[in-house]
Nanobody
Framework: QVQLVESGGGLVQAGGSLRLSCAAS????????MGWFRQAPGKEREFVAS???????YLASSLKGRFTISRDNAKKTVYLQMNSLNAEDTAVYYC?????????????????WGQGTQVTVSS
């Protein structure tokens, strides 16, 4: 089992920035991928970003230039830096863990999920 704990969400004004963190613990393999997804009220969960063990990344095309994913393998932590936030970014953000070391936007290929952290952008 792997446990994921997200932090860093909150209320921010439009144009502002936030950095989310997600720490993994438990029985983690030697190499693994992690990702971020988000779900706005009344909408399906959507892919945000994914990162492999070596730091290779895959971002949703609509978010390139504003969002950045990174990781610290020693801390088993993945980060999501979000800049130039707008009201459309308001959602619950979920961290995801994949026991296979490969980036993917598919929710079904992640094995564990965090509880989610709320990000609210006021306009």
């Amino acid at each position: 089992q792997v446990q994921l704990v997200e932090s860093g969400g909150g209320l921010v004004q439009a144009g502002g920035s936030l950095r989310l963190s997600c720490a993994a613990s438990g029985s983690t393999p030697n190499r693994y991928a992690m990702g971020w997804f988000r779900q706005a009220p009344g909408k399906e969960r959507e892919f945000v970003a994914s990162i492999n063990w070596s730091g290779g990344t895959y971002l949703a095309s609509s978010l390139k230039g504003r969002f950045t994913i990174s990781r610290d393998n020693a801390k088993k932590t993945v980060y999501l830096q979000m800049n130039s936030l707008n009201a459309e970014d308001t959602a619950v953000y979920y961290c995801a863990f994949r026991r296979t070391d490969g980036v993917t936007p598919s929710t079904s290929l992640y094995d564990y999920w965090g509880q989610g952290t709320q990000v609210t952008v006021s306009s």
